[in-house]
């Protein structure tokens, strides 16, 4: 409100001198105000906002008066309070923002693991790649056929999914993958002949699809045999 020194000083955003309390026509009626006398105030800045306002007084029985320099230390201090306040919040912002970032990522440890959980707890074959045909996931039981199939003992995330296949089949598998980068939905069934066996399965081929377009594709191999 725009009353007494703390009201004028934040309505009218400046600092605010008085040589004697007592005469100022605004002055408190309140009695613990009675005895002041010299009165500064300066306002506290929060950017373009006034939060607070910071004051001194001497009393009626103190002959000291305020001068000009006690009352641009008094606008250097609330300048000091403003820079203050402003890294409390700063800092509070920030450990509101690791905290945030803290439960994210037990949030995301969680899910990892759930989803881990998921992928390994089946018999399916799981396994992604991204754009150029690198691994992004697989389960164990992808790792165990390939390395069935192919002898390929050295497949891992990171790795290129064509390079252990055998060259007759690289064409065929890349075309399916690349029909799935393009944006297409479908699944194929695969047979595999073995010296004394054949295998079949049915293999899902999905887009992913993200904010910046499809970045890989998502495949599951279920042994369709029996």
């Not at 004697?20 to 306002?43: C, E, G, T």
């Not at 950017?47 to 029985?61: A, N």
């Not at 002959?63 to 320099?69: A, G, H, L, T, V």
């Not at 699809?209 to 495949?219: D, K, L, Q, R």
Request: charged share 25%; glycine share 4%.
């Amino acid at each position: 409100q725009n009353e007494d020194v703390v009201g004028v000083v934040w309505h009218t955003q400046q600092s605010l001198f008085l040589d004697n309390y007592q005469d100022w026509v605004k002055r408190s009626p309140n009695k613990n105000f009675a005895r002041l006398k010299s009165v500064i105030a300066a306002p506290i800045w929060n950017d373009d906002t006034v939060i607070g306002v910071i004051g001194l007084s001497h009393l009626e029985s103190d002959p000291k008066q305020f001068n000009q320099s006690e009352i641009e230390s008094l606008e250097l201090f609330s300048e000091l309070t403003s820079v203050a306040i402003a890294n409390v919040q700063l800092v509070e912002a920030s450990q509101n923002e690791l905290n945030e970032r803290l439960v994210f990522e037990q949030t995301l440890g969680i899910d990892q693991t759930n989803l881990t959980a998921l992928v390994e707890n089946t018999q399916d074959s799981i396994w992604s790649i991204d754009v150029n045909f690198n691994v992004v996931i697989m389960n164990e039981t992808f790792r165990q056929i390939r390395q069935f199939l192919y002898e390929e003992d050295d497949l891992e995330r990171g790795k290129n999914v064509l390079a252990g296949l055998p060259e007759y089949e690289r064409d065929e598998w890349r075309q399916y993958y690349e029909r799935a980068l393009s944006g297409e939905y479908f699944s194929v069934e695969i047979h595999e002949i073995l010296d004394d066996f054949e295998i079949y399965f049915e293999v899902s081929f999905s887009p992913i699809i993200s904010s910046a377009g499809i970045t890989g594709v998502a495949c599951i191999a279920r042994d369709i045999t029996s």
